[in-house]
C-alpha cells in the first residue's frame, strides 16, 4: 500500500511540486537537478518552458558548451542564450550553429555576446542568417566587429528593438545609416565609445523615432547640430550624455522636447548652464534622475526651478563638483526634493 502511495506521489504530485520549485531556479540548478534521479530527469524535461533560456555567462569553453547544449532535444525552443563576459567562443561555434543546429535556433530572440572578443564579421554573419527572429542583441566591448557585422544585421534580422554595440570601436556612421533605414521600431540604442561616429551618423540614426533609450556616453566629438534632434524622439525615458563636451544650452534646451524622460546624465557637459537646466526643468517634468556632476556653470538658480517643476518626481541627484551651487548638503537638498534618495551617481 505503501508503495503504490509512493507511485502515486511520483506519478502526481512530485512533478507539480517540481514545477513549481524549478521556476524560481537558475538555469545551472535545474541543470543540477537534472542529475539527481530518473523521476526528477523525466519531469524537468518534460516542461519545455524551463528550457527556453541557455545562461553560459563567465563560463569557460562556453562555445563548445553552446553546441553541445544546442545538440540537446530540450533547447529546441531556445529564445535566449547569454554569453556574456564568457571564455573560448569564437566564430567556428557560430558557423557550427549554422550549419549543425540551426533547427534548435530558429526561435531565439536575444543574443547577449557581450565581451565575446574573439567573435569578428564572419561569426555574426552566421549566426544573423540562423536567428532571423532575433529582437535583442548585444556584443559589447568588441573591436573586431565592424560595419560588414551591422550589414549582416539588418540583412537576416528584421524585428531588432534592442541594439548594445557599447565600445565596438569599429563601428561608423555607416552603421547607423543602416540602422537608421531599417529599424523603424528600435527602442533601445547604445553607442557608447563608438568613437568613429559623427553628428552625420547620429543624425541618421535619429530617424528611429520608437527609440526609449539613448547611450551616446563618452562621445566628446558630436555637437549640437546632432544633439538638437534628439529633441524629436517623443518616446524617449533615458539619456546619456555623459562627456558631452560640445552640448550647449541651445542643444540641451531642444532635448526638452523630450516630455517622456524620466533619466538624464550630463556630467561632465561642461558648456552646460542654468539656462540649458531650466528648459530641461520646465519640459521634462517626470525626471527621476538627473546627474549634473563636474559643470561648473550651474547654481542654485537651475535647482530652483527642478524643484518647482520636479520636486515630486526627482529620487536621484548628482550635484557634486558643480561649485557654483551653493546648497549642495543632502539636508537642503532634501528640501528641495523630498523624495531624494541617492546623492551621488559617480564616485
Known sequence: MAERGEEAWNREKFPRVLEIVSSRLSQRDLCSLLLLSTCCYRALISQ??????????????????????????????????????????????LLLIKSKVMEHVRHLESLNLNGCQKISDKGIEAVTIACPKLRIFSIYWNVRVTDMSIKFLVKHCKHISYLNLSGCKSISDQSLLLIGDNYKELEELNITRCIKITDNGLQNVLRCITLKSLNLYA?????????????????????????????????????????????LNLTWCVRVTDVGVIKIAEGCRSLEFLSLFGIVGVTDGCLEALSKYCSNTITTLDVNGCIGIKRRRHEELLKLFPYLKCFKVHS
Open 48 to 93: 519545455p518552458s524551463l528550457w527556453k533560456v541557455l545562461d553560459l555567462r563567465e563560463m569557460n569553453k562556453a562555445g563548445e558548451r553552446l553546441i553541445s547544449a544546442l545538440s540537446l532535444d530540450r533547447y529546441q525552443h531556445v529564445e535566449k542564450i547569454d554569453l556574456e563576459f564568457a571564455r573560448d567562443v569564437y566564430d567556428e561555434h
Open 219 to 263: 562621445l566628446s566629438s558630436l555637437t549640437d547640430r546632432a544633439y538638437e534632434k534628439i529633441g524629436f524622439l517623443a518616446h524617449l525615458e533615458f539619456l546619456d550624455l555623459c562627456g558631452a563636451q560640445n552640448l550647449s544650452d541651445c542643444g540641451l534646451s531642444s532635448i526638452a522636447s523630450c516630455r517622456k524622460l524620466l533619466s
